[in-house]
């Protein structure tokens, strides 16, 4: 074996230093000996020369000659000492400029290792093992973690200082451990804060020193910032957790099998549903829990995986206790475990399975119906040729499938419908939307029969249009039933035109003769009478309204009943309607002896939109049955809101008496036709029982109802709902009454309770006494207490004592400054009007009192108006006395009709002329001009509409217009609209009243002079 060389390491330059100062000091030493030596031998000499008998300058010639050789020896002792030197310094120097190199180089090597450092994510250090570790060295990239070196060199950090404190006590507990069993490398992993503030998870692997006696010297070691590891395996545990979380919790059963087909893993469902445990499966193989699955499929199903990765089939899964299961299987691959494996997942489709037989029965059942079904069923084509028709087609027809679908089901057709229907199925397949059509199709007894034929399009699983289907029913029976229903009914239109008819002649051949009656009455009434004639013309007059007022119920139960009424919408002033429909009873309520009381709650609107004449019949109807049945006490008649609806408001009307009242089964009976209570009611009160009904059909078209709340003896409320139009008004009129002291005085609760609510709404300090000895000691009370009463409103009728005799003993009291005073009365013969004169009572209202008319007349009173505009304003209609005298053509061709209507209007200064029918009145209108014609429509020769549309084609040459107003006793709307249609400006219905007959006059008059200016 060939023995290696040694190369020996040259001097270092400490020691090439050491060994030239060694010589120097032996060269220094020896000179030293040598120039002591001879100055020794030269002081001998001299010592000896004056023995030897030299003179002064022998001796000092041999001085000079000895001092010569010590100084030329000394020279060259110093020459050959320099020389040396400087040889020996020429060889240091150059061994330093080698050192010097070789320094360099290492130093470039270190600042090239100590670059790659600084520049990996690891950070060296080097600490010592005192209290604390202080650093000594740590490399310059611990600035990746936002610290500058010189923070750990300096003292100012410490390792524990910036790691996290849950890991503090672990890092030295662990340290110390493993220096304890002699452990000089270990690596730890824990948390630190960056100077930023953010946590990092570190690797420290570091390394003991100990010094030749085993002695632990320092540390050092490297520490690497392995945060995304960590965050790494964090996510791959969180994805392995969901992974088993998916696998564990999954609705299907899940297995992993080996590519042997070894099971390696399955899931808590795949336990449950076969019925082993997870360590049995684990032992088991596909083999064993698909028994039925051979050997050639099993292969197949392999390959086919390999080869695409996925695959999908069905199959028996066999559980323990040997029963099946039927599950749909997917399966693929997968890696697990760095292996290649399969994951299976088996959904159980058991219900699938059952659903599938379900639907098969469910098909063979329905194909049975069809073929079995009574109707013929047919399915065409998208070409619209037929390929199917059920047992019932053909055996209808009589062919056979093939010969059916071979044009034999257009042979059955007519000749005279194969065209329609073969454009119908054209049509339908242009257009692809159902049809039905009817034709006649020939049964196999050669008879043909009427067929209705509906076919509809039908779509194939993907969507598009795939043809027709269609059912055919025979409609032979039914057409003739339709023929004997149309002709039924053509029946019995006849009969209602002629029922209608009926009523239409009925009521003109009635109200003509009540026109008369009633007309002839009224003018007997304004000539002087005796009080036995008086009353016998006042029983004509009132049994020939009751006969009126049956007639008209007759009349609108007939319309509603055949559907033609209908609602006329317009703005009206509801607070007048109810208080002026209210104030109309006013003389039958005193007549009966009987309070009647109305009552409008804040937040009902004035102004409203809907059929204000409705409405008035309705409430007009209900409280004068109220009346009616109502024999003392009182009738409160009241209106409340209900619900507001953006534009539309529900008001809720009540009509309350004190009357007989009725049993809760009647509740019902009462509101349908000629319903009474009981038979002694129509004796007793009279009426027809048509009104209730004729006002339930009235509210049921306002989209309201009616219904009664009643007991015997405790009177009846009937209350009905009504939906109206809101409509926008302007500001409401103020009236400044507030904080006026006023006291009510009236013996009727309901009366004190109304006038309550309507005076403290307009912000007046409201007292109310039922009895006049508390109130002459509230009248007491207050004029001693500085507060006396502004305002008294008194009832003229109280019993005991009445309200004159209240303001009497109230003038009576010393002292006491009498208020204003507004005494109430319902009397109507003037009595207590007469008797106010004589008491000095300047104010008087009627009972019930409207509000309107009470703010007039407290303002009034208090002085906060004039009287000019306290006066009350004339309503819409009211204008019979405003009208000027008329030149007036009648057209009446009835002898009493005519005299009744000149009587009238000659009595208010019109003239009047007459014609019979309406030649007549062209042949007189061609000579004189008159102001309005009154033009009766039945009359004979020409009737109302024939002479009214010859004037409107003469007038449309001229340019000129003559008002015309329809008299006549056909009294329906249609009739109306009728006359209006016609070319007419007005109409009146027979029997007209007076009033009404003038009325109408002014209305039309004032309209047809503001029409031409």
Not at 66 to 78: E, F, H, K, Q, S
Not at 148 to 158: T, V
Not at 615 to 628: D, F
Not at 893 to 901: A, E, F, G, H, R
């Amino acid at each position: 074996m060939k023995k290696k060389s040694v190369k020996k390491p040259k001097p270092s330059v400490d020691r090439l230093v050491l060994l030239s100062t060694k010589t120097k000091r032996v060269r220094a030493i020896l000179y030293i000996f040598i120039f002591a030596s001879l100055a020794l031998l030269i002081r001998e000499l001299f010592k000896q020369m004056p023995s030897y008998g030299f003179g002064v300058y022998e001796t000092h010639a041999i001085i000079v000659i000895y001092g010569t050789i010590l100084a030329t020896l000394v020279t060259y002792v110093a020459i050959a000492g320099l020389e040396m030197l400087q040889k020996e310094a020429q060889g240091i120097n150059h061994k330093l400029n080698q050192t010097e190199s070789e320094l360099v180089r290492r130093l470039s090597e270190l600042n090239e290792f100590k670059a790659i450092i600084d520049n990996s994510s690891t950070v060296i250090f080097l600490a010592g093992i005192e209290a604390g570790c202080p650093v000594e060295y740590i490399s310059d990239n611990v600035r990746t973690f936002g610290y500058e070196p010189e923070e750990f060199i300096l003292g100012d950090l410490r390792f524990e200082s910036v790691a996290h404190p849950d890991d503090r006590e672990r890092i030295i507990s662990e340290a110390s451990k493993h220096i304890e069993e002699g452990c000089d490398e270990f690596t730890q992993e824990f948390r630190i804060y960056t100077k930023s503030g953010d946590l990092r998870w570190v690797s420290a692997r570091t390394r003991i020193r100990r010094d030749s006696g085993g002695m632990v010297t320092h540390q050092e070691g490297i520490v690497t910032d392995i945060t995304e590891h960590k965050h790494t395996e964090h996510m791959l545990r969180e994805n392995e957790q969901r992974f088993r979380m998916v696998f564990d919790n999954a609705g299907d059963a899940m297995f992993i099998q080996d590519l042997e087909a070894n099971f390696i893993e399955v899931n808590k469902v795949a336990c449950d549903r076969l019925g082993y445990s997870r360590n049995e499966l684990l032992e088991m193989k596909l083999a064993d829990i698909e028994p039925s699955q051979g050997r050639e499929e099993s292969q197949s199903r392999a390959q086919k995986l390999f080869k695409e990765g996925r695959i999908f089939f069905e199959a028996e899964h066999r559980r323990k206790d040997g029963s099946a299961v039927p599950v749909e299987l997917s399966c693929r691959l997968i890696d697990y475990a760095g292996k290649p494996a399969i994951l299976s997942i088996a959904r159980n489709i058991t219900d699938r399975k059952k659903t599938e037989e379900k639907l098969r029965r469910s098909r063979d059942f329905y194909l049975t119906l069809f073929e079995e079904f009574p109707s013929f069923i047919w399915r065409a084509g998208v070409d619209g040729r037929y390929d199917y028709f059920n047992n019932t087609t053909l055996s209808f027809i009589g062919r056979t499938v093939e010969d059916a679908l071979d044009g034999g089901w257009i042979e059955s057709i007519h000749p005279a419908d194969r065209a329609k229907v073969a454009e119908a199925i054209r049509n339908a397949l242009a257009k692809r939307q159902p049809f039905e059509m009817e034709y006649r199709l020939r049964r196999r007894d050669s008879q043909y029969r009427c067929i209705l034929d509906w076919g509809r399009p039908f779509n194939d699983l993907d969507g598009n249009f795939a043809g027709f289907i269609g059912t055919c029913l025979d409609i032979t029976e039914r057409q003739m039933a339709s023929q004997a229903m149309k002709e039924a009914k053509e029946a019995a239109e006849s009969a209602n035109k002629a029922k209608s008819q009926f009523l239409a002649t009925m009521s003109h051949e009635i109200r003509t003769p009540m026109n008369g009656i009633i007309g002839m009455t009224e003018l007997i009434l304004d000539t002087e009478l005796s009080k036995d004639q008086q009353e016998y013309l006042d029983a004509v007059m009132s049994s020939a309204d009751s006969l009126l007022a049956l007639l008209n119920d007759l009349l609108d139960f007939s319309k509603i009943e055949a559907g033609k009424v209908d609602l006329v919408e317009s703005s009206f002033d509801l607070h007048y309607l109810v208080e002026d429909t209210t104030h109309s009873f006013a003389i039958r309520t005193q007549e009966k002896g009987l309070e009647l009381v109305c009552r409008i709650a804040d937040g009902v609107p004035s102004i409203l939109k809907g059929d204000a004449d409705r409405l008035r019949q309705v409430l007009v109807n209900l409280i004068g049955n109220a009346i009616k049945f109502t024999d003392k006490g009182e009738i409160l008649v009241s209106v409340e809101p209900a619900s507001v609806n953006k534009d539309r408001i529900t008001l809720l009307f009540s009509v309350k008496d004190t009357g007989i009242g009725m049993t809760e089964d009647k509740h019902k009976l009462i509101f349908d036709a000629f319903a009474q209570v009981d038979g002694s009611s129509a004796r007793r009160y009279g009426g027809a029982g048509l009104g209730l009904a004729i006002s339930s059909q009235i509210v049921e078209l306002m989209g309201g109802r009616i219904w009664v709340e009643s007991k015997p003896g405790e009177g009846s409320n009937f209350r009905f709902t009504a939906i109206f139009g809101l409509e926008e008004t302007g500001i409401a009129e103020t009236i400044i009454l507030k904080d006026i002291p006023v006291l009510i005085v009236d013996d009727n609760k309901t009366n004190c309770t109304v006038m309550e609510e309507i005076l403290a709404g307009w912000g007046m300090k409201v007292q109310c006494s039922r009895n006049v000895s508390f109130a002459l000691k509230e009248i007491a009370r207050t004029r001693d207490a500085g507060e006396p009463f502004q305002l008294v409103i008194a009832d003229a009728s109280m019993p005991e004592i009445d309200g004159f005799e209240l303001i009497q003993r109230m003038r009576d009291i010393p002292g006491t400054h009498e208020p204003v005073i507004i005494m109430l009365s319902s009397d109507n013969l003037h009595h207590d009007e007469n008797r106010c004169r004589l008491q000095n009572i300047r104010h008087y209202l009627r009972k019930p009192v409207k509000k309107a008319q009470l703010a007039d007349e407290i303002m009034l009173a208090l002085g906060k108006t004039s009287k000019a505009e306290s006066l009350p304003q004339k309503q819409p209609g009211d204008s019979s006395k405003d009208t000027e005298p008329l030149r007036i053509l009648l057209a009446e061709d009835n002898l009493i009709n005519q005299k009744v209507v000149v009587r009238m209007l000659e009595k208010h200064g019109h003239a009047v002329s007459v014609a019979e029918d309406g030649r007549q009145v062209l042949g007189i209108l061609g000579q004189r001009e008159f102001d309005i014609v009154l033009m009766d429509i039945s009359m004979p020769e020409m009737d109302g509409f024939e002479a009214t549309a010859a004037i409107r084609k003469k007038e449309s040459k001229t340019g000129e217009h003559t008002p015309i107003i329809a008299l006549t006793a056909n009294a329906m709307k249609s009739d109306a609209d009728a006359c209006i249609a016609a070319g007419m400006d007005g109409y009146v219905a027979k029997p007209a009243k007076e009033a009404v007959i003038l009325a109408e006059l002014g209305r039309i008059i004032r309209m047809h002079r503001k029409a031409n200016g």
